[in-house]
């Protein structure tokens, strides 16, 4: 039993190399979703996720252009909180790829909680490249490598226009 139960933790728990260094990352739970939910579902419209082997279409770089520079100011600023809060929650460690040693690390979101020597660091200190892996990485453990968002696009499609205040179907009384 207790192999199985290792099994089931080290399913939720990934290793990832970015900028010369490794990054375990954790699924993160329901509650760590939450936090972040209505960014969450912002992402996931947005987001076009290949169904059943197929591959995604790679965008140009002026299809992604196009769709940043119709976004809002603050739906950029929720996107941003969002992948911050989600590389918040997930990573766990940093280590060092040569050696397989991890530092246990924590995130905050303010820079004034940081404390390098207690093993926490702001989650800007972080490159950027770095943490848009750590950012994939986490999504994927904690979406089931995106199928939790293709089944939330789904019900979405079903229930119609979701910024109308009530129903899409005809009142029954």
């Given amino acids: 039993m207790a192999g199985l139960l290792a099994a089931i933790e080290a399913s939720a728990v990934n290793t990832i190399e970015a900028g010369e260094m490794s990054w375990k990352c954790r699924k993160i739970t329901s509650a760590h979703l939450a936090r972040v939910g209505h960014a969450a579902l912002a992402v996931?419209?947005?987001?076009?996720?290949?169904t059943n082997g197929e591959k995604a279409e790679e965008e140009s770089s002026e299809d992604v252009m196009a769709?940043?520079?119709?976004?809002?100011?603050?739906?950029m600023e929720t996107m941003a909180k969002l992948k911050d809060a989600v590389v918040d929650a997930g990573l766990i460690g940093v280590g060092d790829p040569e050696s397989g040693e991890f530092t246990d690390v924590k995130v905050c979101m303010?820079?004034?909680?940081?404390?390098?020597?207690?093993?926490?660091?702001?989650?800007?200190?972080?490159?950027?490249?770095?943490?848009?892996?750590?950012f994939t990485e986490v999504m994927s453990l904690s979406t089931d490598g995106g199928r939790s968002i293709q089944r939330l696009r789904s019900f979405r499609e079903r229930a119609g226009n979701t910024d109308s205040a009530g129903p899409d179907r005809e009142t029954v009384r």
């Avoid at 769709?67 to 739906?75: D, G, L, N």
């Avoid at 004034?112 to 750590?134: F, H, L, M």
């Fill in 44 to 50: 996931a419209q947005g987001m076009d996720v290949p």
């Fill in 67 to 75: 769709k940043i520079a119709k976004s809002s100011p603050a739906q």
């Fill in 110 to 134: 303010d820079a004034d909680d940081a404390n390098a020597k207690q093993g926490i660091i702001w989650v800007g200190s972080i490159p950027s490249a770095v943490s848009d892996a750590i």
